[in-house]
């Protein structure tokens, strides 16, 4: 399995990105001169569609790694409750010893259910603050997507937009057409803490991508 470092995006665009993401908005311009107002083009829903697939990953990451640790969670939860269970029938018995000895033999029973309670909710908090470290690094790693994605459109929307002036001749240099393209389309990070399955859902249906 990767390292969640591994699966986040990259932190910059390199020059040969840029040059291609130019290149691309200047091939894509001649066909988006009348394109309406806040759609997406071609290219900027594979760029949607990759960098989707990029958070999906991040959230199959953060189930695998939890796995094991939401069900052991599960299992601690029980065994406190029959723990806290076994600790108040124990103290109804100690109401009733018969002597002094029997009364000392069950407040040794008292003693000892408290320990394992204690030692219980011990392996809780670390099982707990263990899951929520992966959410918390899901969700770094998760927000690099939406931002690579928008540096990606960046560079390639000014370059669309440049050649589109160029390209669109009935167009006035007063009022020029600008392509603006519509906000990223987040995978859905919903986490339960009930140690469910994280929700992999977006928002609108899933844009096609460039062959």
């Known amino acids: 399995m990767k390292s969640i470092t591994e699966l986040q995006a990259p932190k910059s665009l390199s020059r040969l990105e840029i040059l291609a993401l130019v290149r691309r908005g200047k091939k894509d311009a ?3 001169v009348n394109k309406s107002p806040d759609a997406h083009t ?4 594979a760029f949607e569609a990759r960098c989707q697939q990029g958070q999906e990953l991040v959230i199959q990451w953060r189930t695998e790694v939890n796995v094991g640790l939401t069900s052991e969670r599960k299992t601690v939860v029980s065994r406190i409750a029959a723990r806290e269970k076994d ?3 124990a103290y109804d018995k100690l109401s009733s010893a018969e002597n002094e000895r029997d009364a000392a033999q069950k407040q040794a029973s008292i003693y000892s259910y408290k320990a394992k309670i204690a030692e219980a909710k011990a392996r809780l908090d670390y099982l ?7 959410v918390d690094l899901a969700q770094s790693a998760h927000e690099t997507w939406e931002q690579y994605y928008n540096r990606q459109t960046s560079v390639y929307l ?3 937009n440049s050649h589109i002036r160029k ?8 009022t020029p057409t600008q392509v603006v393209l519509p906000p990223f389309r987040n995978v859905s990070l919903a986490y339960s803490t009930q140690l469910e399955e994280p929700n992999l859902k977006r928002t609108g ?3 096609e ?3």
Not at 128 to 134: H, K, L, R, T, V
Not at 167 to 174: A, E, L, N
């Open 87 to 89: 600790l108040a029938e």
């Open 158 to 160: 000014q370059a669309l």
């Open 30 to 32: 001649p066909n988006y």
């Open 42 to 45: 071609y290219t900027s829903k």
């Open 205 to 207: 249906d899933k844009p």
């Open 128 to 134: 707990e603050e263990a899951i929520g470290s992966n």
């Open 209 to 211: 991508e460039i062959n």
């Open 167 to 174: 390209t669109d001749k009935s167009v006035s240099s007063s």
